[in-house]
């Protein structure tokens, strides 16, 4: 056996006050950290006396002591991501703020205001002003009450905490995340989101708003969850996921933790440890901030690719090669302004699939894909908003989108496709990506989470080189794109990956990069 390399491990610096209780604070976020695979430093800020039932006493450390703990930090293990908590005076908070800006104003930082805890505890900070940390921070994650004290004025509901964003997002130039955890609602808790422009990810989710829904798990053992919930999102950012996934990454483990939570004590107790999320129903909904999804007939339960290879193609020539050959899961993609081209491009492949009787997916062109009734559409997370898919299952089109992250392949879910697209694997040439390739260990994680309830397929930079590691991942279908339309006899290049796949079934075994 070999030990585990420590260096694969993020440091995560924790800032925030001890819990005698053990159940929150700095205990709460060093073990969450721990847990999550990072190695968790921790900054005391002040000694909390507390137990289950009440806060007793806060005790600050000094300005002198809060800065040794950093320099000596800074000197020897610097931060990937930096959560902070309680802190214990604005004095305090002032010098925090200016050290950090100073030294690690680079590392994504996650402030939790900690105003007032969700076992309703008041730490009687109500009145810190968090300018100076708000102007560098990343993620901030205020609760209800917090919201109000932050704003001035009432808040306890969606809409208010609606209405609160546009003064929130004048404060900061961090993402929100508003807590709703508090919010009276016995059926579901929902956190409300905005987004600014995540490093990694696509524009078109930048600058908005959207719901993150999760059924309510009965406890009253909830001790500790916005400590939770930012030392989560800190050890996920620290381990390269984007923005947007550490959060829903974070919500689905704190779910979890509530699933697990036990008594300690005789008023809150705390929440369990249970390490990477596994379990797609732990994982919010993600649902728009405005309006709602249009309600959808169920998807095909039984859809199922039919070919594991599934070639992505631009024109009705090698459309042809593929269908003699055998394969009967392709899909046209076809980048054109040419209409009148298109429409006949697209009209001529639907019915040279149909005489296949192959399952032919159109790219883009939903509207000509209804028109001359194709058997699947396949859209992108920019084409799905507009695409009117009521009317494409009404039709009995087939629909597989696109998803590049946990939080694009929650969206995708959201509009219940028949199958569900994992990009960009390896790195590409054939588009260009606003997301970093994916690689084999993120593509199991989203197999673990996803292939058990909906058909997978993994895209990007896929070819007989490593098929072999993206079949034991567990999806079921690679798409390629150049693997086959590069080659000089595209049905043998098809051939040789679908041989591959098929015999992969017992003698491969995943080699994680
Ligand atoms: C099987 C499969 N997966 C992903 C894509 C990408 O689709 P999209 O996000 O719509 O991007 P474009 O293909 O339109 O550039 C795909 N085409 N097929
Ligand atoms: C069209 C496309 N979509 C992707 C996604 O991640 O959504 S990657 C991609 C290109 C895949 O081409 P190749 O097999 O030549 O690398
Ligand atoms: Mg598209």
Not at 7 to 21: E, K, L, M, Q, Y
Request: charge should be negative.
């Amino acid at each position: 056996m070999t030990a585990s390399n420590s260096s694969s491990r993020p440091t995560v610096w924790c800032i925030a006050a001890t819990d005698s209780g053990g159940g929150a604070g700095i205990t709460a976020d060093v073990r969450t950290v721990s847990d999550l695979g990072c190695h968790p430093c921790a900054v005391v800020t002040a000694i909390t006396a507390q137990n289950s039932l009440m806060v007793s006493a806060v005790a600050a450390v000094s300005n002198a002591t809060l800065l040794d703990q950093l320099n000596a930090l800074l000197l020897d293990m610097p931060p990937q991501a930096i959560k902070i908590g309680l802190l214990a005076s604005q004095a305090q908070l002032d010098c925090l703020a200016a050290w950090l800006a100073a030294h690690v104003s680079h590392v994504p930082m996650v402030l939790d205001p900690v105003l007032s805890a969700s076992s309703g505890s008041d730490f009687g900070r109500a009145k810190l002003d968090f300018t100076p940390l708000l102007a560098i921070t990343t993620v901030f994650t205020p609760n209800v009450a917090e919201v109000a004290a932050l704003i001035g004025s009432q808040c306890s509901s969606s809409e208010q905490l609606i209405a609160a964003m546009p003064q929130l997002l004048a404060m900061t130039p961090a993402h929100l995340l508003l807590k709703g955890g508090d919010i009276d609602d016995a059926a579901s808790a929902e956190d409300l989101l905005y987004l600014r422009q995540p490093p990694f990810c696509a524009a078109q989710h930048a600058e908005q708003g959207f719901r993150l829904r999760t059924p309510r798990i009965a406890t009253g053992n909830n001790h500790g969850t916005g400590c939770m919930l930012s030392s989560a999102i800190a050890a996920f950012i620290a381990q390269d996921w984007v923005i947007p996934d550490a959060i829903v990454l974070a919500k689905a483990y704190v779910q979890r933790g509530l699933s697990e939570s036990y008594q300690a004590g005789m008023g809150t107790g705390a929440l369990g440890h249970s390490g990477m999320p596994q379990c797609l129903n732990d994982f919010p909904q993600v649902l728009p901030l405005q309006g709602s999804l249009p309600t959808f007939e169920a998807h095909h339960d039984n859809f199922a690719f039919v070919s594991p290879i599934y070639p992505v193609v631009s024109n009705c020539a090698q459309l042809t090669e593929l269908l003699r050959g055998g394969c009967l899961t392709l899909q046209l993609r076809v980048k054109s302004d040419d209409t009148a081209q298109l429409a006949a491009t697209i009209q001529q492949a639907i019915t040279l699939a149909k005489r296949y009787h192959a399952q032919l997916f159109i790219n883009d062109h939903w509207r000509l894909a209804l028109k001359y009734h194709a058997y699947g559409v396949h859209l992108g997370q920019e084409d799905v908003a507009e695409a009117d898919i009521a009317a494409l299952r009404a039709a009995g089109i087939v629909i597989g989108l696109s998803s590049h992250s946990f939080f694009e392949a929650l969206i995708a879910l959201s509009y219940r496709p028949d199958y569900l697209a994992l990009g960009h694997i390896f790195a590409t040439t054939t588009k260009v990506m606003p997301s970093l390739p994916q690689g084999l260990t993120r593509l199991q994680h989203y197999a673990n989470i996803f292939a058990s309830a909906i058909p997978t397929v993994a895209i990007g930079g896929i070819d007989l080189g490593n098929l072999a590691q993206i079949r034991a991942t567990g999806v079921q279908a690679a798409a390629v794109v150049r693997a086959v339309t590069n080659a000089d006899d595209v049905a043998d290049a098809y051939l040789q990956l679908q041989q591959q796949w098929l015999q992969g079934e017992t003698t491969w075994e995943v080699a994680y990069d």
